[in-house]
């Protein structure tokens, strides 16, 4: 089982660097919002604050780089580059999937990255059935295990009846977010992996407690499809089927802020990979833009080096979009006027 689950970590890096796992038919949506011009913004970009709290901790930029790998030499090191970017840059750091750390302890250095750093919002991650398996004395090991300030629990019940070694039984999932909100309490994220949650899930998991959610909407990579260019026969047939499947990011950002108001901290994530595009989930109400693959990508062809340049032009976009709509920070940039056309209309008239 270990070994597989490390043959899997490897597979899916391989498959995410070059890989077709952005289906050309997804979309986020985030192309039918449209941000208000300000010809005279009156400031200088010197000006905007770009500052937010998350997980107790104030982040320079409101980006996340969102948990993506773990449980192998190359991921390892993956991990601490874009850790060690976040500590610069003051973002948030999440690492991928601990499941192969539970099952094999001594793959635990390939998730450590405080040495890098130190000061960054770290978030664990888990998921949902496997946190069901070991209890919640088994998440926290993994979270106090690599220093953590919050754990994700991740949704993935798309990617797991694809992936041939995936799970089948979905039972259980509530009773183990109720008892994870007991422990962990504001620290807990609950995220999906690029299928989406929608209002009445979102809704239900605030009633419970929690207090961060990931929206991790459909438009970028489908880890559906990962699994299916796994799998084989049927499951990948299936697979090609589904792996268009979920709630597009612009829709799942903006449906979920209108359900659960104003207190709950919302990231937008899924097929996020420029400026604008966390320009534009702020404006639906996201607290923080959540990405990895464009980062990913300049890591693996240009090493920290590259991934520092990625970084360097996503940030400089998000500035950009702020000065061009008058906004001097994000809570200014979500009173400003903004335009939903198109496909993420109707999403939103029927959620």
Not at 191 to 213: F, Q, S
Not at 288 to 299: E, H, N
Request: net charge neutral; glycine share 12%.
């Amino acid at each position: 089982m270990e070994e597989a689950t490390a043959k899997r970590k490897d597979a899916h890096l391989d498959l995410c660097a070059t890989g077709d796992v952005e289906p050309a038919g997804n979309s986020t949506l985030l192309e039918d919002v449209r941000l208000v011009h300000c010809a005279m913004p009156e400031m200088a970009v010197e000006d905007v604050d770009l500052s937010t709290e998350f997980l107790g901790k104030r982040l320079r930029h409101p980006l996340l780089i969102t948990g993506m790998t773990g449980g192998t030499e190359r991921a390892g090191v993956v991990n601490r580059d874009l850790a060690l970017l976040a500590e610069r840059h003051g973002l948030a750091f999440g690492v991928g999937s601990q499941r192969a750390m539970a099952e094999k302890p001594e793959l635990g250095s390939t998730f450590q990255v405080r040495q890098v750093a130190p000061t960054v919002p770290l978030v664990g991650n888990i998921g949902l059935y496997q946190a069901v398996q070991i209890g919640v004395d088994g998440v926290r090991r993994l979270a106090d295990a690599i220093g953590a300030d919050g754990m994700a629990l991740h949704l993935n019940a798309g990617q797991e009846l694809t992936q041939p070694e995936g799970d089948r039984d979905f039972r259980g999932g509530y009773t183990i977010v109720e008892a994870l909100v007991k422990a962990f309490g504001a620290r807990l994220l609950v995220k999906e992996t690029g299928c989406g949650i929608g209002p009445e899930v979102a809704r239900r998991l605030v009633e419970l407690g929690v207090h961060n959610v990931d929206v991790s909407g459909l438009g970028g990579t489908s880890w559906v499809r990962v699994e299916q260019l796994r799998a084989s026969g049927i499951q990948a047939e299936v697979g090609a089927e589904f792996s268009s499947w979920g709630i597009p990011t612009a829709a799942a950002i903006a449906s979920v802020r209108r359900a659960v108001g104003p207190e709950t901290r919302l990231v937008a994530s899924g097929g996020l990979r420029t400026g604008l595009d966390a320009a534009k989930v702020i404006a639906l109400g996201a607290n923080v833009a959540g990405m990895a693959l464009p980062l990913f990508r300049a890591q693996q062809a240009g090493g920290l080096e590259g991934a520092e340049r990625a970084l360097g032009v996503i940030l400089s976009g998000l500035r950009q979009a702020l000065v061009l709509t008058g906004s001097a920070s994000c809570v200014e940039l979500q009173r400003r006027p903004r335009i939903i056309v198109g496909q993420l209309k109707d999403w939103l008239a029927a959620l």
